[in-house]
């Protein structure tokens, strides 16, 4: 969080009274910080960056999810001459954005299809008159022509370019209009840009740079850490069951779990709507008013589950989202990363768990065998799927294996994901994994899994009698094992290369090159035993632990909050994060110079809101003095 000092003293002031931000604000970088955003310090490189940006140079962020990545831009948009102008790729991001930071005071509006013509124009009126301190607009919108006319004939403090990821090819999340974004430089060389990520790797980085033509700009990289979050990893075995044994002790918390189809999401939400959970579907399949609706009380209402596809997340901001669960297992690891990252943004406990099997890896393997593009371009698909499968496989700390994906190096093991908190066990596995591979073999490597182990098993069916399949010398030498062991046996020689999956040939096992040496007996394999694992770091813990006697103010302050979210129409956490609720909790603040001691209170919010919080805390205590 961020650190709180002592504040200057300000005159009271009614809210109905308050000027414009412009009016109230110092020009320096540090009175907005304090005043208009209610901190006293920055964090980590958030200074340097705001000062390079008030300084004229561009510069490229990496921070993670919840770092603070908008102040970097926010502040200097409003301490330069001109506006801001933030290109966004979603409409539900910009929205959010712009609502936060109009209860802060600042002068913040977007142009997007979501407006209607009147509304657009008004926008357009108060940008020409240099009304507004920032505009989001989408890439798409900005370079039309008579967008870039409009900008010429204004001052442009700065431009800001947030997911700049989007620009990659080779990443995640591309998308063709941010490749267009490389205009910016050509018609207004003089101005200053920043672009913005959580997730790249050095390869999207230099494409970010070459594509923006940012070969000049400042790199700040904070760090891909996200220590909050405990990540969890767990073999399928029954997702259904898996899944409401890690939500058991979740109940009135705010969720994200991640299935690959639409069928699965709708089947999934029902399926947990029957379980008595608020469990709502989103994707892209939908009605656009059902996913606005939807998206709309997952974020104004506490407690609720978005089951969805990866349609539903970047636009969402909403910082108290307690856990991300993905019922099937994401691309690569920047989109596990991308999504994952929307749990905790509040900075306080949150969990990421994950689920996955073989059928993930082959279905996963044949979307990148019918995917277009060049042979280049699916090897590096290939790479990025192994690089996150040997995540799930590690027996050593997750996040050390995540951190070191990203180029940073943890020295320490985190003691903040499932493997530090319950290390799993090793087995030698080279007698079982022969006895495997030799079984693919003389069954001539056409058969699927399920018949592999069969005759492994040594089972009498049809299709083994039929095919002569109880005469092979492999027929019923792997009783020592059962098949979910010998279903995680071939899931790990499949991620280690020493099994492959035709994709083209009814799913067939077929051996790999490199499994001659072990087939010789030339080498020793040391291979995972999957666990059964029903709770996670976060369960092992308290769930945001609230003293008895603090809880009637914490329900008192909540509700204040969502009353005043509604009068508003804007989701609770614009008018405050939990992380403000709990400052209140711990300061109990009785006049408004102690309310400014509160986390993210600014003018603004205190002639908004101080009257109002204090007037429930002095309420609260005095009614609690009297029971005690």
């Known amino acids: 969080m961020y650190v709180r000092e002592r504040r200057a003293s ?55 999810t919840g770092g603070g990545k908008s102040l970097c831009y926010q502040i200097p948009a409003m301490a330069r001459q001109g506006v801001g102008i933030v290109i ?42 240099g009304e507004l301190d920032l505009l989001y607009m989408a890439p798409e919108r900005l370079l039309q022509a008579r967008s870039l006319a409009l900008l010429r004939g204004i001052d442009i403090a700065l431009f800001a370019i947030d997911e700049a990821h989007c620009v990659s090819q080779w990443g995640h999340d591309f998308r063709q ?52 979050i405990c990540y ?14 890690f939500l058991e002790n979740r109940r009135g918390e705010a969720g994200i779990v991640y299935c690959m189809s639409r069928k699965k999401v709708e089947a999934t939400a029902a399926w947990l709507q029957e ?53 099937d297992m994401p691309k690569s690891i920047e989109a596990y990363y991308q999504e994952t990252g929307r749990a905790g943004r509040d900075g306080l406990p949150a969990d990421a768990w994950m689920v996955y099997g073989l059928q993930d890896v082959v279905r996963l393997q044949q979307m990148q065998a019918d995917s277009p593009g060049s042979e280049q371009h699916k090897r590096l698909e290939k790479n990025k799927m192994d690089a996150l499968l040997g995540m799930c496989e590690v027996i050593t700390c997750r996040r050390q294996v995540l951190l070191r994906y990203f180029g940073e190096a943890a020295v320490e093991p985190c003691g903040n994901c499932d493997v530090c908190l319950l290390p799993p066990r090793s087995w030698n596995a080279t007698e079982a994994a022969q006895k495997l591979l030799s079984c693919v073999y003389r069954t001539e490597q056409k058969f699927g899994v399920n018949h592999v182990i069969d005759v492994l098993l040594g089972h009498d069916t049809d299709k083994i009698r039929r095919f002569g399949h109880d005469r092979l010398t492999t027929y019923g030498i792997g009783t020592e094992l059962s098949g979910p062991q010998w279903r995680s046996l071939v899931r790990q020689l ?12 009814f799913n067939a096992l077929q051996l790999s090159e490199s499994s001659r040496p072990l087939l010789r007996g030339e080498m020793e394999l ?103």
Not at 232 to 245: E, G, I, M, S
Not at 545 to 570: M, S
Request: proline share 5%; hydrophobic share 40%; charged share 25%.
């Open 10 to 64: 300000i005159g009271a002031f009614h809210h109905n009274s308050l000027p414009p931000v412009s009016a109230l604000m110092a020009s320096s970088a540090a009175d907005i910080l304090q005043h208009t955003f209610g901190y006293d310090t920055y964090r980590g490189q958030q200074r340097a960056i705001v000062d390079a940006l008030v300084a004229g140079e561009d510069a490229l962020v990496l921070m993670p």
């Open 88 to 129: 966004s790729p979603l409409i539900a991001l910009m929205q959010d954005q712009v609502s936060t930071l109009q209860q802060l005071g600042v002068a913040a509006a977007y142009l997007n299809s979501s407006l209607a013509r009147e509304q657009q124009a008004q926008v357009e009126e108060k940008l020409l008159a």
């Open 177 to 228: 209009d941010y490749l267009q974004l490389e205009a910016l430089h050509q018609h207004f060389p003089s101005v200053p840009r920043i672009a913005l990520t959580a997730t790249a790797d050095e390869r999207t980085r230099q494409e970010i740079i070459q594509r923006l033509h940012l070969e000049q700009a400042r790199v700040f990289i904070s760090g891909f850490d996200r220590p909050n």
């Open 232 to 245: 969890a990893v767990a073999a399928k075995d029954n997702p259904r069951r898996q899944l409401l044994a």
């Open 275 to 327: 379980r008595g959970w608020d469990a709502l579907p989103y994707h892209a399949g939908m009605s656009a008013q059902l996913r606005s609706d939807n998206q709309n009380r997952f974020l104004r209402e506490d407690g609720v589950v978005v089951v969805a596809t990866i349609a539903f997340g970047m636009g969402i901001d909403k910082p108290d989202v307690r856990f991300v669960a993905h019922l």
């Open 494 to 505: 499949v991620v280690r290369g020493l099994l492959r999956v035709d994709t083209e040939g």
């Open 526 to 628: 040391q291979l995972r035993e999957d666990q059964a694992r029903s709770k996670t770091g976060r369960e092992r813990r308290e769930k945001l632990p609230l003293d008895p006697a603090d809880v009637p103010l914490w329900q008192a302050l909540r509700e204040c909050r969502k009353q005043l979210a509604e009068e508003q129409g804007v989701p609770p956490y614009v008018i405050f994060h939990d992380a403000s609720l709990r400052d209140m909790l711990r300061l109990r603040p009785r006049t408004r110079q102690e309310f400014l001691q509160i986390s993210g209170v600014g003018d603004s919010k205190l002639g908004k809101y101080g009257d109002a919080f204090i007037a429930v805390i002095a309420e609260v205590d005095a009614r609690v003095g009297e029971l005690d």
